[in-house]
């Protein structure tokens, strides 16, 4: 899946200090060359044994969320915030969240280019928008609640034909990648559009999603 972390390493070689490299990718999204740099926050430290909870402090919108045994933080960012339970160590996610505000779309999410247009403020109107992109196969919306809050839910089926990837927005949470699968709950919090993204891999997604929709069911909104 693409949406990641390698660890540092250091070469002394005759006597020269070698430069340390850091490379970093986040939740199965790869972030294009439009977007802002990530702002470093502190990651939180799975137990082993047992659930997480975990209080966001850079999202805009503050929220509380529970995460089970070897889920990790990823971006923390003011208009993202996201999470992953990793494949194995060092490796990319199996399984994903991403919280993010989402107030305007790419208008060609193949092009990825940084060319905006406002698709309208409620959450209907994203949903619209993303179910007449034809590329992203869109599902019909549906209705669902996060943490309590009315929602329309999207599940995109994005097959790579139209273009090898693309991006629906800023944030790396519009990533999209033939090889993976994503369902959006698109709601309305403090006044701002915010869409909360399942992310999982196509070949696993049934068998991983009940473990995300936990996760899912422990967010809520501090001031919603």
Request: glycine share 10%.
């Amino acid at each position: 899946m693409d949406r990641l972390r390698r660890t540092t390493r250091a070469v002394a070689l005759g006597g020269l200090i070698a430069v340390v490299l850091t490379a970093c990718r986040t939740t199965g999204q790869k972030p294009d060359y439009f977007q802002p740099t990530p702002t470093p926050a502190p990651t939180a430290s799975p137990s082993p044994s047992g659930p997480t909870a975990y209080t966001s402090t850079s999202f805009e919108l503050p929220f509380t969320i529970t995460l089970p045994a070897g889920w990790l933080v990823g971006d923390q960012d003011a208009d993202m915030t996201s999470f992953y339970l990793p494949m194995g160590p060092n490796e990319g996610p199996r399984l994903g969240l991403d919280v993010q505000l989402v107030s305007q779309v790419l208008k060609d999410p193949c092009g990825h280019g940084p060319t905006y247009v406002d698709p309208g403020p409620s959450p209907q109107d994203l949903a619209t928008w993303m179910e007449a992109w034809a590329p992203l196969h869109a599902s019909k919306a549906d209705a669902g609640k996060v943490g309590g809050i009315d929602a329309i839910v999207v599940e995109e089926g994005f097959d790579g034909s139209a273009c090898a990837d693309g991006n629906l927005w800023p944030t790396s949470g519009g990533y999209l990648d033939p090889a993976e699968h994503k369902r959006y709950a698109i709601l309305e919090v403090g006044g701002k559009r915010v869409v909360v993204t399942l992310v999982g891999r196509d070949d696993t997604w049934d068998a991983t999603l009940p473990d995300g929709d936990k996760v899912l069911e422990s967010l809520t909104f501090s001031n919603p």
